[in-house]
């Protein structure tokens, strides 16, 4: 029995698929993975086959703030909706061969059901977040890709829903019909409903992220899909640790960073008396300031470190926030495009840190959040919220899937 599991996006989006993966490698499941480049040595440290998709996903972490992003035109758009089908039909049609099953995550993938029923094999869609799918108790993730921003708190969310669903019926229904008339597929009436199919996985925790709609079960949630990380701190990040007072980690991970976050994080971090740890990230992040209450990592254990800071300063990607939380440590979410928003919004909502005002923070806005985020009491919800959260997610969902696909 073999699964092909497939994503598009950053480091926070192939993690997840890689703790799936490794749990059904222990349930003598044979998997591969299909995710951008960039990941493909990663990947291969953990022994699953890998598959590489698309442009390297790096490129969207050039420096700069999101909104200054210019909207593409209704043209540019298109083009980049049939490219990005075709692109994805011919590598899945290819990674799919001799699987049983076919798991895509993130709802850019929308050519992977075609390839599995072309292949006539089962599919599933699993997403991070639950403003993924339709609710109007949330509104809809703004896509950069189609130069969308964040609605205000005001808007109707049914309202925001209808025309998000217009928009990506309008941009993807042409050339995915065109795609799965070529290959003798029948057209669908609703990308969305198509991609996401009427019984959709959740892969994140109830308590951090829930699905607000307890009256509606088709949405399957087994909790996080973590990845345990066994590995010791570099014995310089260790002492450093050690030598002083308490420090904030300010780290936005395969994401562009604001400019200039780093003068502004050292200035706010010192305001509210502690040191600075930054992770360099893919920005990549770097202080002009070399004085000693000041130090930058690469590539380290951020189970360990987060349970080793005051406060963790972040963009608010899914596995960020939750190994965060899984920490016990308060956080302040510095939120940039797609899902971030949402998972700002929940931390403050859960009394476990601060959300930042807007996507580039000035000294002052930054030293008030942190301000905020290290009260004794905020420190003391984080500290007991960890205990709520399921560390068993993968495993759950990996016993399901292989008992499914076994039946």
């Known amino acids: 029995m073999r699964v092909l599991l497939s994503t598009l996006g950053s480091r926070g989006d192939v993690q997840p698929l890689v703790a799936l993966a490794s749990r059904l490698k222990a349930l003598d ?14 990947v291969a440290a953990f022994g699953i086959p890998f598959v590489p998709i698309g442009p390297p996903w790096r490129r969207s972490a050039a420096p700069g703030p999101r909104a200054a992003v210019p909207r593409p035109s209704p043209a540019r758009v298109r083009q980049l909706a049939e490219s990005s089908i075709g692109i994805q039909f ?19 993938q929308v050519a992977a059901r075609s390839v599995a029923e072309k292949r006539g094999i089962p599919y599933l869609f699993a997403a991070l977040c639950p403003a993924v799918f339709p609710s109007p108790h949330h509104p809809p993730l703004p896509l ?12 109707d969310n049914r309202e925001l829903w209808a025309a998000n669903l217009r928009h990506v019926n309008d941009t993807f229904r042409a050339p995915l019909n065109a795609l799965r008339a070529a290959v003798g597929l029948v057209p669908v009436d609703d990308v969305s409903d198509h991609i996401h199919t009427d019984q959709p996985w959740l892969a994140a925790d109830a308590t951090m992220a829930p699905w607000p709609d307890t009256a509606d ?19 310089e990040l260790a002492t450093f640790l050690d030598a002083g007072g308490p420090c904030v980690y300010v780290g936005f991970g395969s994401i562009a960073a604001p400019p200039g ?13 502690c040191r600075l740890v930054v992770s360099r990230g893919w920005a990549p992040l770097s202080l002009v300031d070399r004085a000693p209450d000041c130090m930058v990592v690469g590539e380290v254990n951020q189970q360990a470190l987060f349970k080793g800071v005051a406060a963790v300063v972040h963009h608010g990607g899914s ?28 931390v403050s909502a859960l009394g476990i840190g601060s959300e ?21 009491e905020v420190a003391a919800r984080a500290r007991a919220f960890a205990a709520v959260i399921r560390t068993d997610g993968a495993q759950v969902a990996a016993k399901r899937l292989a008992a499914t696909l076994r039946a």
Request: glycine fraction near 8%; hydrophobic fraction near 45%.
């Open 261 to 273: 976050l780093l003068e502004t994080a050292l200035q706010a971090v010192r305001a509210v008396g």
């Open 319 to 346: 596995g960020t926030t939750t190994t965060a939380a899984l920490a016990g440590t308060p956080q302040v979410v510095i939120p940039q495009v797609y899902d971030q928003h949402y998972f700002a919004r929940r």
């Open 90 to 108: 011919e590598v899945l049609s290819g990674a799919a061969r001799d699987c049983d099953a076919l798991v895509a995550s993130t709802s850019l």
């Open 356 to 376: 930042h005002p807007g996507a580039v923070p000035t000294v002052e806005s930054l030293t008030a959040a942190l301000g905020g985020a290290l009260r004794p």
């Open 29 to 42: 499941v044979q998997v591969r993975l299909c995710a951008p480049p960039d990941f493909a040595r990663w």
């Open 144 to 155: 950069p890709l189609l130069g969308e921003v964040p609605a205000p708190p005001s808007a």
């Open 217 to 235: 079960t088709a949405v399957y949630q087994p909790g996080a899909w973590l990845l345990p990380d066994e590995r010791a701190l570099p014995t």
